[in-house]
T-cell receptor
C-alpha cells in the first residue's frame, strides 16, 4: 500500500515569513499533485510534478519533486494571510487514476 | 482546467431518510470518478471508485449498502446515503480525472443528519 507522509500537519506563522511543507513516501509515484482547500469547498489543483528533480514555481510558491520521485516539497516565500488554507499532496501510482493523499497541512498566516 | 460540478452544496435531512448527491464532469467524459469523505480538519478519505457501466469499488470499511453509487453515464455519478444517521454527517467530495496525472474536485456537499 502506498502512503504519503505529509508534514507538518499544522503550521501557524506570521505574515512575511517563509515556510516549507514536505510530502514523503517509500513508494515511487508517476506524478504528484499539490492542492489547496478552503473551508467548505473542494480542493483546487495548484500544480502537478511529473519528472524527478522537477521544480515548478507559481508566484511565491515553489514546488519540487524529488529525484527518485518519492517525495515532494512546497515552499512559500513571504507568506500572506491569503495563503491560509489546507494544503494537500497527492500521488498517482504508475498507470493509476486513484490518488493517495497525504494527511494535509493546515496553514494559518497571521497578519 | 477541467470542471467538476457537485450538487447540492449542502443538505439537511432527517435521520432515517436517504440523500442523493450528484457529481458531474462538465467539459470532459469520466469513466471513473471518486468519492471521498472528509472529517473536520482532516484530509480526504477515499470511500469508493465509481466506474461507468459497472459496479463501484469500495474501500475497506465502507458499507456498500449504506453508500450506494451509480455511474450511469460518462458525465454523472451519484452517491446515495441510505437510511442516514447523525454519524453520517460529514463533508462529501467527488473527483474525476480527465487525464491520469491530475484530479479535479467538485465543490463538496455538507451533509447534516438531524
Amino acid at each position: 500500500t502506498q502512503l504519503l507522509e505529509q508534514s507538518p500537519q499544522f503550521l501557524s506563522i506570521q505574515e512575511g515569513e517563509n515556510l516549507t511543507v514536505y510530502c514523503n513516501s517509500s513508494s515511487v509515484f508517476s506524478s504528484l499533485q499539490w492542492y489547496r482547500q478552503e473551508p467548505g469547498e473542494g480542493p483546487v489543483l495548484l500544480v502537478t510534478v511529473v519528472t524527478g528533480g522537477e521544480v515548478k514555481k507559481l508566484k511565491r510558491l515553489t514546488f519540487q519533486f524529488g529525484d527518485a520521485r518519492k517525495d515532494s516539497s512546497l515552499h512559500i516565500t513571504a507568506a500572506q494571510p491569503g495563503d491560509t488554507g489546507l494544503y494537500l499532496c497527492a500521488g498517482a501510482g504508475q498507470g493509476a487514476q486513484k490518488l493517495v493523499f497525504g494527511q494535509g497541512t493546515r496553514l494559518t498566516i497571521n497578519p | 482546467g477541467a470542471v467538476v460540478s457537485q450538487h447540492p452544496s449542502w443538505v439537511i435531512c432527517k435521520s432515517g431518510t436517504s440523500v442523493k448527491i450528484e457529481c458531474r464532469s462538465l467539459d470532459f467524459q469520466a469513466t471513473t470518478m471518486f468519492w471521498y469523505r472528509q472529517f473536520p480538519k482532516q484530509s480526504l478519505m477515499l470511500m469508493a471508485t465509481s466506474n461507468e457501466g459497472s459496479k463501484a469499488t469500495y474501500e475497506q470499511g465502507v458499507e456498500k449498502d449504506k453508500f450506494l453509487i451509480n455511474h450511469a453515464s460518462l458525465t454523472l455519478s451519484t452517491l446515495t446515503v441510505t437510511s442516514a444517521h447523525p454519524e453520517d454527517s460529514s463533508f462529501y467530495i467527488c473527483s474525476a480525472t480527465p487525464w491520469i496525472t491530475e484530479a479535479f474536485f467538485g465543490q463538496g456537499t455538507r451533509l447534516t443528519v438531524v
